[in-house]
T-cell receptor, first 116, second 113 residues
Framework: AQKITQTQPGMFVQEKEAVTLDCTYD???????LFWYKQPSSGEMIFLIY??????QNATEGRYSLNFQKARKSANLVISASQLGDSAMYFC?????????????FGQGTRLTINP | DAGVTQSPTHLIKTRGQHVTLRCSPI?????VSWYQQVLGQGPQFIFQ???????GRGNFPDRFSARQFPNYSSELNVNALLLGDSALYLC????????????FGPGTRLTVL
């Protein structure tokens, strides 16, 4: 079974609009972390935002916020006021547990295109 | 501060050859992880090393091996290359192996002909 599901292969948004990228996850571990990374065409994975399973508030980092709904097992990324430079692949990833190896499990990604 | 660096940037090999990929973590980071990203998919975990010890291994054959050096840099070795090994190989570093955010390097794009 897929541990991380990103159901939107591609998204097209007008510049300056807000965009929500969907991510659902599956785990039975009570301790986990959820990450979003951005991958431009150059290939480098850029860390955007992190949400821990015990965090009470939704994470925010500048224009990025994470809409964390624990009961629904969803961790959607919201980008406010999108910019042309936001065009890239976006990956949701999960780390399970607090000990041992930090193995990140990634979704298939969503390709975001910002139109001028 | 410099980020994670990887070398080489691109590499072309033929089937059956072996390859060594190199990674230098962010200064102060002691944990290095390796991921394989096949075109059109998300990265898949290969190895994690911390303080020169293997902390975890993904579902990859024994042709894949890695090591970490005293300066925390790391090498990924792949023997008997197959066409299916063509991928972007990403290295990530973190302060500690279990709970910290992993920061990725630019990757090495390996093409096997």
């Amino acid at each position: 079974a897929q541990k991380i599901t990103q159901t939107q292969p591609g998204m097209f948004v007008q510049e300056k609009e807000a965009v929500t990228l969907d991510c659902t996850y599956d785990t039975s571990d009570p301790s986990y972390g959820l990450f979003w990374y951005k991958q431009p065409s150059s290939g480098e994975m850029i860390f955007l935002i992190y949400q821990g399973s015990y965090d009470q508030q939704n994470a925010t980092e500048g224009r990025y916020s994470l809409n964390f709904q624990k009961a629904r097992k969803s961790a959607n990324l919201v980008i406010s006021a999108s910019q042309l430079g936001d065009s890239a692949m976006y990956f949701c990833a999960m780390r399970e547990g607090l000990s041992g190896a930090q193995k990140l499990v990634f979704g298939q990604g969503t390709r975001l295109t910002i139109n001028p | 501060d410099a980020g994670v660096t990887q070398s080489p940037t691109h590499l072309i090999k033929t089937r059956g050859q072996h390859v060594t990929l190199r990674c230098s973590p962010i200064s102060g980071h002691k944990s290095v992880s390796w991921y394989q990203q096949v075109l059109g998919q998300g990265p898949q975990f290969i190895f994690q090393y911390y303080e020169k010890e293997e902390r975890g291994r993904g579902n990859f054959p024994d042709r894949f091996s890695a090591r970490q050096f005293p300066n925390y840099s790391s090498e990924l070795n792949v023997n008997a290359l197959l066409l299916g090994d063509s991928a972007l190989y990403l290295c990530a570093s973190s302060l500690l192996p279990s709970t910290d955010t992993q920061y990725f390097g630019p990757g090495t794009r390996l093409t096997v002909l």
